[in-house]
C-alpha cells in the first residue's frame, strides 16, 4: 500500500507538478519553433518538462523516505498579515501613507491573539507619523503622505 | 584608481553613509537578512544617478550584512545562512556579558577582511574581465548553468528541490513579452505583467513577509528576547590579540571561496568555523563563546561577500541571491554587469569597488560606537517591531510605482513562500533563476542560432565544454555519498 511517508517533501512534489503542468498548459498557444530557430515557448516548454520531472522525482521519493509532517498552518498570522498587505495598497492611494501606516498596524496587531487597543493606537501613530516623516520627508520617496493622490 | 575620485565625492560618501545605516537599522531587526533589506531599501536608489545608487547600494548591503551578524550574536537569530555559525560562539559571548566585544570583533574583521578583498578585486579582475572577452554565447549559457548548479550544493536541504526551485525561478522570469517574438508569456492577460514580473514584491513576499509570518505563529512566551547585559562594550586588547590570526586567516579563506559561484561566504564561513576549531589550542571552548568561532568566520563571511562581486562586474554572473539582486538593481539602473561594463564604464565599475571599501570603512565608523542603540533597539518586544518591519516592506514594495497592484502580487507571492516554507523548499535559489532567466534564454537562443540547431556547439567551444565538465564534476560531488555526509555534517552544526 502506498503512503506518504514524508508530507513535505509530497507537498513539494505536488507544487512542481502544478507549476510545471501549469507552464505546459499555459504555453500551449506559444509557438516552440525549431533548436535553430527557437520560438517563444521552447525554453517555457523545456523548463516545464524539467519541472515535472523534478516533481515526479520528489514525489516518488517522499514515498519511499521518512520524513518529518508538514505543520498545520495557523490562520490568523496569515490572514491578517496579507490584509494588511492588500489594503496598504489602495490604503495610500486613496487616504495616503499616514492614515494607512495607522490602519496597517491595527490590522498587523490582531495578527496576535493578546491585542491591547490602546498600546496598539499610540505605537501605530508614533510609528506611520515617524516612517512618514523617514520616508517622505528625509528619503524623498515620492509617495502621498497625509492624504490620498488618487 | 580614478574609481576613488568618482566616489569619494562629499555627496557620495554622504549616500555611502545613508545606506550604511538604513542598512543596519533594518538589517538589525529580527527576521530581516540582507536580501530583504537589500530589497526594501532599493527603491530610495532609484532616484540617484548610476553611481550613487550603487555607492549607496554598497553601504546598504554592508550595513545589512553588519546588522544581521548582530542579530546572530544578540538574538541568536541568523539573518541568512552565512549567519548561523556567527550565531554558535557569538551568542555565547552574549550570554556572557561579551557581547559588544562580539559585535567590535565583528566590525573590526568585517573591515580588515573589506580591504583585503578590495585589493583581492583589483588584482583579479581586470585579468579575469579579460578571459571575459573571450566568452560567447554558448559559453556564457554553460557558465550561467555552472553557477546555478554550484549555487544548489551549498543550499541547506534538499539539492533536488533546490534544483526546483531555480527551474521554477527560471520559468517566473520569463513571464512578460518576449523580446525577439514579442509574444506575451504568461501573463493572462494583465497589462502590468508584460514587463515581466517584478522582483520586489517577490523577495520582499517570499522572505521578508513569510519570516514575519512565521515568528507570528510562535507564542510571544517562547520567542528569545537577548539578555542585555553588557559588561563591557569594547574588546579587551587580549581579545583582539586572539582575534587577529583568526581573522587574517578567515580573510584568506574567505577571498578565494567568495569567487566560487553558489554561496560563497556560507562556505566560507563553515570553512573559517571548521578551520580555528581545528587549529586551537583548546577546541572545547568553541560553542562556549571562543571569541576565534566569531572573528574567523566573520571575517571569511565578509571578504567573500567583496569577492562574490568578481563574478558579477566581470563575467556577468551572479553567484548567490544577494547578488542576484544587486544585480537586478543594476540593470533597473541601466547597467548590464558583464566585462563590457569595465571597458565601456571604467568610471562605474572603479568607482564601485571604491565604494565597496568606502562602505566597509564607513560601518566601522558608524557601527561600533552605535552598538549601544542597536542592542536597545533589539530588545524591543516584537510585537511592536514587527508591525515596523512589516509597514517598511510594504513601503518599499510600493514605491517602485506607486500601484496597488503590487501589493496584490505580493500578498500572492507571501502565499507561495509561505507554502513554500511549509514544505521545506528554499526560496534563495528561485532568486537566482528568476534573475537569470531570461539570460539564460537569450543565451540557449542565439547559441542555437549560431549552431543552427545543433546542440553539440556547447562542447565544440572549449571554454563552454570546460565549463559543463566542471558542471558535471559539481553534479557528482553532489551524489557522492561521501561528500553529503560531510555537508550533512557541517549543516548539522
Redesign the interface.
Known amino acids: 500500500m502506498l503512503g506518504v511517508k514524508s508530507p ?2 509530497f ?2 512534489a505536488l ?2 507538478l502544478f ?1 510545471g503542468f501549469s ?1 505546459i498548459y ?2 500551449s498557444d ?2 516552440y519553433g ?11 516548454f523545456i ?2 518538462v ?2 515535472i520531472a ?2 515526479v ?2 514525489g516518488i ?1 517522499s514515498l519511499m523516505v521518512e520524513g518529518p509532517p ?2 498545520a ?2 490562520l490568523r ?2 490572514f491578517f ?2 490584509m ?3 489594503i ?3 490604503g ?2 486613496y487616504i495616503g ?1 499616514a492614515l494607512t ?1 495607522i490602519l ?2 491595527f490590522l ?2 490582531f ?2 491573539r ?1 491585542v491591547n487597543l490602546v498600546e496598539t493606537a499610540i ?2 501613530v508614533l ?2 507619523v515617524g ?1 512618514v516623516l523617514v ?1 517622505v520627508y528625509a ?5 502621498p503622505a497625509w492624504w490620498g ?1 488618487y | 584608481m580614478t574609481g576613488f575620485g568618482a566616489a569619494g565625492t562629499w555627496a557620495n560618501l554622504g549616500f555611502a553613509l545613508v545606506g550604511c545605516l538604513l542598512g543596519t537599522l533594518i538589517g538589525v531587526l529580527p527576521g530581516i537578512g540582507p536580501i530583504p533589506t537589500i530589497a526594501i531599501l532599493l527603491p530610495i536608489t532609484y532616484g540617484l544617478d548610476p553611481l550613487s545608487s550603487l555607492v549607496m547600494l554598497a553601504g546598504i548591503y554592508y550595513g545589512a550584512a553588519y546588522g544581521g551578524s548582530t542579530t546572530s550574536i544578540l538574538v541568536n537569530m541568523p539573518g541568512e545562512a552565512s549567519s548561523i555559525v556567527t550565531c554558535i560562539d557569538g551568542h555565547q559571548m552574549a550570554r556572557q556579558g561579551r557581547a559588544g566585544a562580539a559585535l567590535a570583533v565583528s566590525a573590526i574583521g568585517s573591515f580588515f577582511a573589506g580591504c583585503v578583498g578590495t585589493l583581492f578585486i583589483c588584482a583579479f579582475a581586470p585579468p579575469l574581465a579579460a578571459v571575459a572577452q573571450q566568452f560567447n554565447s554558448p559559453d556564457y549559457f554553460s557558465l550561467m548553468v555552472l553557477g546555478l548548479v554550484t549555487a544548489v550544493v551549498l543550499a541547506h536541504g534538499s539539492v533536488v528541490k533546490a534544483i526546483g526551485m531555480i527551474l521554477v525561478g527560471l520559468l517566473f522570469g520569463l513571464v512578460g513579452t518576449d523580446v525577439n517574438s514579442g509574444a506575451t508569456r504568461y501573463t493572462f492577460g494583465i497589462s502590468v505583467l508584460w514587463d515581466g514580473l517584478d522582483f520586489l514584491p517577490i523577495v520582499i513576499g517570499m522572505f521578508g513577509v513569510v519570516e514575519i509570518i512565521k515568528n507570528l505563529e510562535v507564542p510571544e512566551a517562547e520567542r528569545q528576547h537577548i539578555t542585555a547585559r553588557f559588561r563591557e562594550l569594547w574588546p579587551k586588547p587580549s581579545d583582539l590579540k586572539e582575534a587577529f590570526m583568526p581573522m587574517v586567516r578567515g580573510t584568506f579563506l574567505g577571498s578565494i571561496l567568495g569567487i566560487l559561484p553558489g554561496g560563497g561566504s556560507v562556505l566560507a564561513s563553515f570553512a573559517a568555523y571548521t578551520v580555528e576549531k581545528k587549529i586551537a589550542k583548546d577546541p572545547s571552548r568553541f560553542g562556549k563563546g571562543a571569541i576565534e568561532g566569531v572573528a574567523g568566520p566573520e571575517s571569511a563571511n565578509n571578504s567573500a561577500s567583496q569577492t562574490s562581486f568578481i563574478p558579477l562586474l566581470t563575467l556577468g554572473l551572479p553567484s548567490n541571491a544577494i547578488m542576484a539582486l544587486m544585480m537586478g538593481a543594476m540593470m533597473i539602473q541601466g547597467i548590464q554587469p558583464g566585462s563590457a561594463v569595465m571597458t565601456s564604464r571604467p568610471d562605474l565599475f572603479w568607482g564601485m569597488v571604491a565604494s565597496m571599501w568606502i562602505g566597509n570603512a564607513m560601518l566601522v565608523i558608524i557601527n561600533l560606537p552605535m552598538i549601544g542603540i542597536w542592542v536597545k533597539l533589539l530588545s524591543m518586544p516584537y510585537r511592536f517591531l514587527y508591525p515596523a518591519i512589516l509597514l517598511f516592506c510594504v513601503i518599499g514594495v510600493y514605491s517602485t510605482n506607486n500601484n496597488a497592484v503590487m501589493m496584490l502580487f505580493t500578498a500572492g507571492f507571501s502565499v507561495f513562500g509561505y507554502i513554500l516554507m511549509r514544505f521545506d523548499c528554499e526560496p534563495a535559489p528561485m532568486i537566482l533563476g528568476f534573475i537569470l532567466g531570461p539570460l539564460m534564454e537569450e543565451n540557449l537562443r542565439r547559441s542555437l542560432v549560431l549552431s543552427r540547431g545543433d546542440p553539440m556547439i556547447f562542447i565544440q567551444r572549449p571554454i563552454s565544454a570546460t565549463l559543463l565538465v566542471l558542471t558535471a564534476i559539481v553534479v557528482a560531488l553532489i551524489v557522492l555519498p561521501a561528500f553529503r555526509k560531510t555537508r550533512e555534517e557541517a549543516f548539522v552544526e
Open positions: 513535505r517533501d507537498g513539494s507544487v512542481f507549476i507552464g499555459f504555453g506559444l509557438t525549431t533548436a535553430g530557430r527557437m520560438g517563444p515557448g521552447y525554453f517555457p523548463l516545464s524539467l519541472i523534478i516533481g522525482g520528489v521519493r508538514v505543520e498552518p495557523k498570522p496569515l498579515v496579507l494588511s498587505i492588500i496598504f495598497g489602495y495610500v492611494t501613507l501606516g496597517l498596524t498587523a496587531a495578527a496576535r493578546d505605537f501605530a510609528l506611520s516612517t520616508f528619503l524623498g520617496q515620492p509617495l493622490d
